[in-house]
Each structure stands twice: as C-alpha cells, then as structure tokens.
C-alpha cells in the first residue's frame, strides 16, 4: 500500500497514507474552529493539572496571541515533546477508561491540532527549583526545545493562528467577536470551577477576574452581577444515580435569548437537548412567551452512565437512560419553582402585551412613571379628565357583561331548528380586524374602556374595540423608525445617570456597539471591567425601566451569526423598545388620552395592525349584532 501521494504516482493504488502535517490539520478543522476553540482546549489541560489559578491572555481576539499561564502540575522534559504526538495523553490507557472519564480532555488531539495551525510555545515544569523545559513549534515542526528557568505549572503561547492555513484564517471574525466567544468560554469555565482563580487579559486590559470561592452563588454574582443572584431559585434533588444542583431564575425573571442558560454535566458544560427540554417542561406553563429563564444547574452522575466521546469538540454527551435523567431535571426545576413560589410570586403565562418584564432596578419608577397619568393625555399634555370622574355619556352599563351574552337564550325547538342550518350560519360575531376600505376611526365615538384595557367605539356600522397597548405600540414604533432613519431621535439627558452591570460576554459585546447604539439615542460609556453607565435615551422613552429595556437589547445581539450589526437589527430592537413603551393593560385612560391615541393612530401607515402581526381593532358589524338578537 502506498504511504503517500508522492508514492502514489509509481503505484495503480488509489489510496494512500496521508502525512502526520496534513492529518493534524485536517483534524484542527474539527478541534479549531475558531480562538475560543483553542482558549477551551488549553485551560481545560490546565484545569485537569489540578491548577488553582489560570491566567489568559489575548491580543487581537485571539487572533495574534493565546496565552495560558496555570499553576498546575507542569510536565516533565520527556513528556513535553511527546504532548503535540497525535493521540499521546496522559488521561487514560486503556479502553475500559473511556467507560469512565471525569477528566476534561482525554483524546490526544489538541495540542498537534493547535500547533499544526500556528506558532507555539511551550514552557513548564514539575519544581521550579529544578528548573523547567521550553518547546517551540511552527506549522506543527519543532523548531527548538531547551532547558530553562521557569515556575511550577505551564505556559503556553498560540501566536498567528491558521498562520498556516490562510484559508481558514479569512473565515475568523472582528476581535471583538471572537472575544466575546473567548469570553462565554471562561465564562463557562468559571462558573464550573468557582474554587478556581481565573484572571482574563484582553489587549493588556483585565476583562474577567474572579476570586476562588466553594459558594456558586459568589461566582454568578462576580460574572452577572449581585442583582441577579436576589431572582435565583436553588435547587437540589437527586437520587441514588444522579444529582442536581445549581439555581434558575424565578419564571417573572427572564430574558429575551437563552444566553444566560448554563448547564454541566459532571462539571463539563454541554448543550443537551435532554436537559434542556426537560428544565422547559418543568417550568411549564409558567414562562411567558419568547421568554426565557436563567439557568445554572450542576448534574452528577456516574460516569459509566454517560457518553462523552460523542462530539469532535464534547460539547455534547451522551446518557444511557435518558429518561431517567429528563425526569430528574424536570421534576428538580419544578420542586424548586413550586417550593419557592410564596416568595417570587409566580404567575402563570400571559400574552406578550400583557407579560411581565425583567424586575426593574427602580420598582416605583416602573409602576409610575412608565404609566401615563391618567391627568395627562398620551402627548403627556393636561387633561381635564378626572380619574375618578363617572364615563362619559353613552357608555354602556355593564359593557363586558353585554358583549358576552349578546346571545340569546334558546330553548329545545330553537336548538333544533338551528341545527339543520348550524353549517350555514355566521359564527356569534364576525371578528374581524377593521377592513381598511371601508371603515376608519373618524366614523366611531369612543364611550368608554373594557377592562381599563380595550376602547369601546361606537357608529352607524356597528362596535370597534381597540387594544389600546397594541394601538400604542403601532403609534410608537412608527415614530421611532421614522426618526432613526432620518437621524432625528431627540435624546433625553438622564438627570441621574443610572450605573449598569453585565455579565463578561454581554459587556464585550456592548463595547463593540457603543457607536451604534448612540445612532438610535442610547449614550453609554464603559466603566471599569463589566459595568456601564446610561447617560442618555431617546425622548421617547425617557420615563421607561431603562436597565432592562437596554438588557433586552443586548440579548439580541447575535453571538453565533456572522458579524450582524445593531442595523440589521434593528427593526427587531425599535419593536421591543415600542412594545416596551407602550401604554399598559389595565390602565385608565381619560377621554382626552383616547382621543390623543386614535388621533396618532390615525396618521400611521399601518394603523390596523401592531409591528408584531396582531390586529389592534376588531369590528363587530351592526348587521351582525341585529341579527343575533333576531331583528332582522
């Protein structure tokens, strides 16, 4: 058989060995995807040397340099150079190991796949009064190795990644993408090792440091914040095979993406659909749509029941019984909701307009000034209208009441005769949404509130009833698109600049559109490693819970997808912030607030229908309503 191609050309055979060179960099593409890949692989052999602290350092987005620095175990001169040999490692021996693997990394890839796509440095030692051992390699050929001075522990340096493979170079991102991804590693990495003293460099500035802790709860604080641990709910169940520990969030605390949604399998992080389903079934109904929780949860097993060997880079695993697992999980998330429901008042799901958002940081603020005062309309001018003056003249007694028993009784004849034509008739009203050619608000009265949620209009053609939160949104989204485009937001000093944290990943990805955000009226400026202050708002939104409408945001962010900016997001974020914005469910308006609100309703391009899809009106036609109440 031929054991190359050069070979090949002096044999009929069509197969042939490939080099060690090309090999190793054919399995880079599986091991390397991108510096996060590489990031991953090199503090998960720190933390299998039983290192206490680890130091990474990264210039360019990891694109020029990767540097570890652990204070782990180290290596010894004879087994340095045996670490970039292909499938060489010292985590297991034997098959029967892999039915049993708690170690990080196992399979004796890593280190040629890395060095065969750049330029690596090596240097590590067993007792740095004996002194250590340095390797250099460049394309996966070792250019130098010697001894020399150095400190207990490893050092490695990945300078020029896919120097050597131009290709896959041009397929890396901005820098601040792919540290952002760098920063979701350790991020990661951090909350499965909290005894672990992990210190993040980027450019020369310290991104990440977090401070060894036996306490979970310290950890998530150091990385989201104190005021993110005051909404978790711990958990902890297990049986004799499994166990479950961590926290969630409570279901009125929630985000936009599952970003913030963290689970390990004997401490290794993996995305298992197992798992993920089954923390959703136990939250059951109780998140609102599009909404998602905050999750932390540490699983346990046996790892003779578990299958890590599945994905080229373990990000997956693989149980053995798998319901079991989905039962634990699910009945573990919905214990913990179900004894802690007292203390975070647990509602079920509403619809999106009526849904609770993320708890703000000023609750007063929240429940007053993001209302509008039923003394002022919706341009926030004085009203006359009196809150607790009676409705107007024509209101209807009862309203609600009226509208759902518009139906009249039928006895056994009615009942009869109706079934032989039931396939013909209309149903009790034909809900509608207001056809656009035949009718307009200038035509109705308004007479009053259904719910303090809905405007009841009335005219010659019969009832409308607007939602008055989706007519509001329409009314809001329009003029903030419309201003954006043109670069005519107003921007509203905030009197009190309001101070906010992020998570590591969240606030890397907030640098990088600082510029961009203040294009739509939101001016912020970093402040130290993670925090952030909020300086200005568009006018628009001035009296909105701002901290979460801004964490909103930046949840959606892409993280995984190419480099989309905050522009071609931004029908997405001018929605939320309208929805955000919009007048409330069960509120009072007064009559001049109404008034206000179908007149703006009126001027816009769409006013049937809200930026989400859902009808504002419904028209229930006079001919209809004489009809069920059988005169005509």
Not at 175 to 198: K, R, Y
Not at 218 to 239: H, M, N, Q, W
Not at 279 to 297: A, C, E, T, V
Not at 338 to 350: C, F, L
């Amino acid at each position: 058989m031929p054991t190359s191609p050069e070979q090949d050309q002096k044999s009929s055979g069509n197969i042939w060995i490939l080099p060690d060179k090309l090999a190793n960099q054919i399995a880079a593409g599986e091991v390397v995807e991108r510096p996060a890949s590489v990031v991953k692989e090199l503090v998960e052999n720190a933390i299998d040397a039983q290192a206490t602290r680890i130091q990474i350092d990264i210039e360019s987005g990891g694109k020029s340099l990767i540097r570890v620095i652990d204070n782990g175990l180290g290596m010894s001169s004879e087994d340095i150079p045996l670490a970039f040999a292909r499938h060489a490692t010292s985590k297991i021996k034997s098959a029967e190991d892999l039915n049993g693997i708690l170690t990080l990394g196992f399979r004796g890839e890593a280190l040629p796949s890395i060095a065969s796509v750049s330029r690596v440095r090596l240097c590590s030692s067993l007792d740095e009064n004996q002194g250590g051992t340095e390797i250099v390699l460049d394309g996966g050929a070792m250019s130098s190795i010697k001894e020399i001075a150095c400190p207990r522990g490893t050092t490695i340096e990945v300078a020029q990644l896919f120097h050597h493979t131009p290709a896959r170079k041009k397929f890396l991102k901005t820098d601040g993408t792919e540290f952002s991804h760098i920063t979701q590693v350790i991020t990661q990495q951090a909350l499965a090792w909290p005894n672990i003293h992990f210190i993040m460099n980027h450019n020369g500035r310290k991104s990440i440091e977090t401070l060894p802790s036996e306490q979970l709860l310290y950890r998530i604080a150091e990385l989201f914040g104190a005021e993110v641990t005051k909404e978790l709910v711990k958990v902890e169940s297990g049986d004799a095979s499994y166990r479950l520990t961590g926290y969630i969030s409570n279901p009125v605390f929630t985000r936009a993406s599952r970003s913030a949604q963290y689970c390990f399998v004997n401490s290794r992080h993996v995305r298992d659909k197992v798992v993920l389903h089954a923390i959703q079934h136990g939250y059951s109904h109780l998140l609102p749509k599009g909404r998602h929780p905050l999750i932390f949860l540490f699983l346990e097993m046996d790892p003779k029941l578990l299958d890590v060997n599945v994905h080229p880079n373990k990000a997956e695993v693989r149980f053995a019984f798998q319901q079991e697992v989905h039962r634990l999980v699910s009945e573990g998330v919905r214990s913990a909701l179900s004894n802690n429901k007292s203390d975070t008042d647990i509602e079920p799901a509403v619809e999106p307009a009526e849904r609770p958002h993320v708890a703000s940081a000023n609750p007063a603020a929240d429940n007053a000034e993001s209302r509008i005062s039923p003394s002022s309309n919706l341009r926030g001018e004085p009203s006359q209208w009196d809150s607790n003056q009676k409705m107007p003249r024509g209101r209807l007694p009862d309203l609600e009441k009226a509208l759902r028993n518009l139906t009249p009784q039928k006895n056994a004849a009615s009942v009869q005769e109706e079934s032989a034509y039931s396939h013909h008739r209309l149903p009790i009203f034909d809900r509608k949404p207001i056809p656009v050619a035949n009718v307009n608000y200038a035509e109705f009265e308004a007479i009053g509130q259904l719910d303090n949620s809905f405007i009841i209009l009335q005219g010659k053609k019969g009832i409308v009833i607007v939602d008055q939160h989706i007519a509001h949104e329409r009314v809001l989204y329009e003029r903030f698109r419309d201003a954006a485009k043109n670069k005519k937001i107003e921007v509203q000093q905030l009197l009190f600049p309001l101070t906010i944290e992020f998570s590591p990943g969240e606030a890397q990805l907030l640098r990088d559109k600082l510029d961009a955000l203040k294009e739509l009226g939101l001016e912020l400026e970093p402040f130290g490693q993670k925090e952030f202050i909020l300086r200005a708002v568009p006018a628009i939104l001035k009296n909105n819970d701002h901290e979460s409408m801004l964490r909103e945001i930046v949840d959606m962010f892409p993280r995984n997808q190419g480099e989309a900016t905050l522009k071609e997001k931004f029908e997405e974020i001018t929605v939320m912030m309208s929805c955000r914005n919009a007048i409330k469910v069960n509120q009072r308006l007064g009559p001049d607030q109404i008034s206000s609100l179908l007149s703006d309703l009126e001027q816009t391009e769409m006013p049937y229908t809200c930026p989400h899809g859902r009808p504002i009106s419904l028209f229930f036609d006079i001919e209809d309503i004489l009809k069920k109440f059988l005169r005509k």
